[in-house]
Every structure is written in C-alpha cells, then in structure tokens.
C-alpha cells in the first residue's frame, strides 16, 4: 500500500514539467513569428524605399534630361532670333543662368534638385511665349517677302512697261522729226541778165547769166510745227566746188553730221500754207560751163534738188 501512494504523489510534478515546456516552446514560436513578421515588414519597407528611390531618381534624371532639352530649345530660340536680326541679349543671359542650374543639379545640389520642377515650369512657360513670338514674326518677315516678290514684279513690269514706252516715244519721235522734214517742190532755176531781164530755159548762156533766182515751194506738211525753219541753198560748180561768199551771206553749216560749205542762206517763219521762198545769187564772174547742181536744205535736212545747164 505504501508503494501505491508513492507514486501518486509523483504525477503532478511531470505534469507542471511538460505545462512549462509547452508554454516556453509556444513563447519561442511566438518570438519567432513576430521576429519573422518584422522581418518581412522590414522587408517590404526597404522595398518600398529602394522603389521610392528608384522612382525618385528617375525622376531626377527625367527632369534632368528635360532641362538639357530646354537649354537646346533656347539654343534654337536664340538662332532664329539671330536669323531674324533680333537682339538676344536678355536672352543670352537666361541661357547662361539654364545651364548653371543645370551644373548644379548635376552636382546634387539640393536646392537647386528641390526647384527643378518649379524651374521646368516656368522655363516651358517662357519657351511657349518665345515661339510665338518667333512663328509671329516668321509671318510677317514672309508676308513682307511675298509684298517684297509683288513689289518687286510690279516694279520689273512697270519698268519694262517704262522702257516699251520709252523705245516707243524715241520711234514716234523719229518718226515725227522724219515726217516734220519740209520738203521743196515745183523747183524752178532762173537766170537773170545784166539788164535784170528773166530768161527760163533749160540751158543758158555764160554771158547772158548775171544773177539766178531759184524758186521753190514748201509743200503741204501738217505734222511739221509752224515756226521759224532756216533754209538754205547750196551751188555747186561742175568740178564740184561750192560757190559761195563770206562776205555776202555764205558760210557753213551742219547737215546729215557733216559740216557742208553753202552759198546762201535764209530764216522764214513756215505756216503751211505752201508757201513760195526764193534764193537770189551774184556770182561776180563768168560760170563755167558745165552741169551746176542746187541743193535746198532746211534746218540741216536736204529737202530738194535740182540742175543747171550753163554752155
């Protein structure tokens, strides 16, 4: 019997035993899993931070890049004022400014990094207002080129039209001054003798020839102007020589771009109205024998001709 409660009274100790192991073990498993579920909280917020990280120096390079982007875009801003004969100035300066920013980006700094997006904004901005300012000017310096072209054109064509009329006016008034030029007609050669009698024949006598009259008419020419024509006579002898006399009314003129001996020589005032003019000539001496031509000229353009028969 005393064996019997012996071990009776040993059962409650293995049992507190096993309670206390189990409660450690379950303690154990319980700081395991909250070590486990820190870890992987850990884990994911360092996740989350390397993402963040990540993104965050995307974006930094993303805004880098833009502002490299800007800075060229200024770059063409720049030519094309330049192109168009525009002051820079300002401008000049504003892209110095773009790129020390730029440089300070790139160095990390931090204020500069913390105002990149600020910088973009307003940068695009301005670069938006750039632009239209240039595509505006753009059309006007090709709206003035196509009135520049149009003016132009105009211009040849009013020339030209210019030179036609000028070729024409110098046709008309050649053709004018050719038809003003008077002309003589019904020429009539008279001789004279000493005694002032008035022979008309085809052939006259040296000796019966003391003076000749030589007769003409203006014919009719409406184109030539009314006003005072100078008229003159020429004589020429059989060898060819012209008769004339300083002293008595001859002398030289300019006709057909020669400069010409003659032998006399009047001022009349022409009215068209057919008018007869007369030349009177005292040789002084004897004729030759021989075929004397007349020649009639008036303001420098010859207007008839006509011969005398001296035997």
């Known amino acids: 019997m005393e064996n019997t409660g012996n071990t009776g009274g040993q059962r409650p100790k293995k049992d507190s035993s096993k309670t206390i192991l189990v409660l450690v073990i379950v303690a154990l498993i319980g700081v395991i899993c909250t070590l486990i579920y820190s870890n992987m909280q850990l884990s994911d917020e360092l996740e989350i931070r390397s993402q963040q990280m990540e993104a965050d120096s995307t974006s930094h390079s993303l805004k880098t890049q833009e502002l490299d982007e800007l800075a060229l875009a200024y770059e063409r ?28 980006v790139r160095k990390g700094n931090g204020k500069a990094i913390s105002h990149m997006k600020q910088m973009i904004t307003r940068l695009k901005s301005e670069l938006a207002k750039e632009d239209n300012q240039i595509t505006a000017l753009k059309r006007e310096r090709d709206s003035l080129k196509v009135n520049v072209k149009t003016l132009t054109k105009r211009t040849r064509q009013m020339i030209d039209s210019l030179n036609y009329l000028h070729v024409t006016r110098e046709e008309l008034e050649e053709k004018v001054a050719q038809a003003s030029i008077l002309k003589a007609e019904n020429i009539k050669v008279t001789a004279i003798n000493a005694k002032g009698k008035e022979f008309e024949k085809d052939q006259y006598k040296a000796k019966n020839v003391d003076k000749l009259k030589i007769t003409f008419v203006l014919a009719d020419n ?6 005072k024509k100078n008229l003159t006579m020429r004589l020429i002898e059989p060898s060819g020589v012209v008769l004339f006399d300083l002293s008595s009314g001859g002398g030289f003129f300019k006709a057909e771009g ?10 009349i ?27 009639l000229y008036s303001d420098g353009h010859k207007i008839g001709e006509a011969d005398l028969q001296i035997k």
């Not at 801003?77 to 000049?92: A, C, F, H, P, V």
């Open 77 to 104: 801003i720049r030519m094309e004022r330049e192109e168009l004969g525009l002051t820079k100035d300002s401008l000049d300066k504003k892209i110095d400014s773009l790129n020390l920013f730029i440089a300070e």
């Open 222 to 227: 409406i184109v030539a102007r009314k006003d």
């Open 258 to 267: 020669k400069e010409l001996a003659f032998t006399e020589n009047q001022t």
């Open 269 to 295: 005032h022409f009215d068209n109205t057919k008018q007869t003019v007369t030349f009177y000539y005292m040789k002084g001496g004897s004729y030759k024998v021989g075929t004397y031509t007349i020649e």
